[in-house]
């Protein structure tokens, strides 16, 4: 099973991927790994700074559009690019709770390969599913 796949091109504008998990921790991770793929070459980013998130929502499609605009703001904000992600998610009584490792460095563009500059993620086509072989797979459009 593969961690994520791009998806033919859906618009001009856009970027989609799905992602694939045994559990919601690994789809989680898959879907930030495929997001930052998408930003940036994976193999040209350096763990060397660790960054947590914490996250809160009433749905688990909601914890993962909520998950991925992190890293997006964090590259923006903050200059950060991540090539390892350790999810927690959690189910609780009021809703879902989300924690992330993630490790990378700030962006670098003489040695980073650099890819799309992603804006945000859509809601359009946003769906998470769990497939008859239970494994769980999301769809996202990230536009760019």
């Not at 992600?85 to 040695?111: D, F, S, T």
């Amino acid at each position: 099973m593969p961690k994520f796949r791009y998806l033919p091109d859906i618009a001009t504008a856009d970027l989609a991927f799905e992602a694939f998990g045994k559990t919601y921790d690994e789809l989680f991770e898959n879907a930030g790994l495929a997001l930052e793929e998408a930003m940036v070459k994976l193999t040209s980013v350096k763990p060397t700074k660790e960054h947590t998130i914490n996250k809160e929502e009433n749905s688990v499609e909601n914890l993962l559009y909520s998950f991925l605009e992190e890293l997006i703001f964090l590259k923006d904000a903050e200059t950060l690019v991540f090539n390892r992600i350790k999810c927690e998610v959690k189910k609780e009584v009021r809703g879902w709770r989300l924690e992330v490792r993630a490790r990378g460095e700030k962006i670098n563009p003489e040695k980073h390969k650099l890819g799309v500059d992603v804006k945000a993620v859509t809601k359009h086509l946003f769906e998470i599913k769990q497939l008859p072989n239970k494994t769980f797979r999301c769809q996202i459009i990230l536009d760019v």
